[in-house]
């Protein structure tokens, strides 16, 4: 039995009237719906939430004829409801659930004496629709075609390409000043305290893959309550990532610079209110996290800051530490997304119960760049409001990004691996969405970047016959000169 997604389009009764949306699952092999408004019938929305409709005297006669009905779920089966309904005169009967959606699981053949349009739909939106219209409401039931290209994937696309690159090229710069103060004495211990950067090896690498793996299943099994302890590590993280990012781009700046002395210890009194400033961000946003219309401006902000300053401060040594990591994160994401619905009891991929809150949980963890579907549909509706990527997309081959940067600036190569890569992984993004809109279905986005930015790097060191430096990568030189 096949569930659909369509749209109840509501209407008041005030002059102008307004009107609203509601996310309604139905099955086409019983009902053919209008793919637009213009076709649809519209009819009076009568509100009887309060019986699940299992038998005819609970409803008065008279009350349904002709009309919308709306009733609750109850224990029996949606053909009894329907045939009762349409006993009763209602030309369209919607089923209320408190609980997630799911398909209307019936028999086909069972529904060829049943004639009206049936569709489930969550109970808070009746609640909803009384609050937003009033009493007296006019609905309606549509499901356009799915959009094949949603023009959010743009901006998308511009704010991970812009982080990679953005991430890549800070990354350089402190290479830069690295080399530098190796080659000028006097600087190297001022450098060394102020050094914050994190190197991975090929251990640390395998170490870290088994954690995400280990993370990922907990989250699964114990989702409700370990939700609460990543949103609160990511308010932390993004706070102080912020910090770096803006302390970094204010510190070329030469104006504001006074201090004030505290415990023998001076600090730029500007730092003290970034710092502020930086903490009530990441407070406002875990208070209004679900608030749709504007909270996710502030978790791209903030998760932008996040993944720069990963990008920054996590240091790959070699080419050979970037294609353990890329390889490994690669399988990791293909078995989670294609492997484990042939595991898991309800046939669902573990990677997206995650990311969509496992058994109907309203928490979202915000690991993700989020920006709302600009394409009107039904799926906008029901499950998929925002388009979404993955921390994960940007910080593993922004990794990678930023170790050609630095190799670009350890041998003076003019940015050519630097550019090349991430160009690499633009065109990576842009294959992604293309397979994204053909199978109309979330896509492991690693399983397209990795093999453009690894391929595209290594042709690119075969090319200039630098490959077994760019593997084992190039060591600091005393006697660098800038």
Known sequence: ?????????????????????????????????PKTLDNATFRTLENLTSTVLCSSPEVPSGLMKDKAVVVMRGNCTFLEKARIAQSLGAKMLLIASKSRLSAISDNKTDFEDVTLPIALIRYNDIVDMQLVLGNEVNVTLYSPPLPEFDYSMVVIFLIAVFTVALGGYWSGVAELENLKAVASPGERETRRKKEENVTFTPVTVILFVVICCVMLVLLYFFYKWLVYVIISVFCLASAMSLYNCLAALIGEIPFGQCRITCSNKTIEVRLIFLAIFCIAAAVVWAVFRNEDRWAWILQDILGVAFCLNFIKTLKMPNFKSCVILLGLLLLYDVFFVFITPFITKNGASIMVEVAAGPFGNSEKLPVVIRVPRLEHSASTLCDLPFSLLGFGDIIVPGLLVAYCRRFDVQTRSSSVYYISCTIAYAVGMVLTFIVLALMKMGQPALLYLVPCTLITSSLVAWRRKEMKKFWKGSSYQVGWMP
Not at 5 to 31: F, M, Q, R
């Open 1 to 33: 039995v096949a569930a659909d997604e369509g749209i109840l389009h509501a209407s008041g009764s005030g002059v102008p009237p307004v009107t609203k949306d509601y996310c309604i699952i139905y099955n086409s092999n019983w009902v053919s719906l």
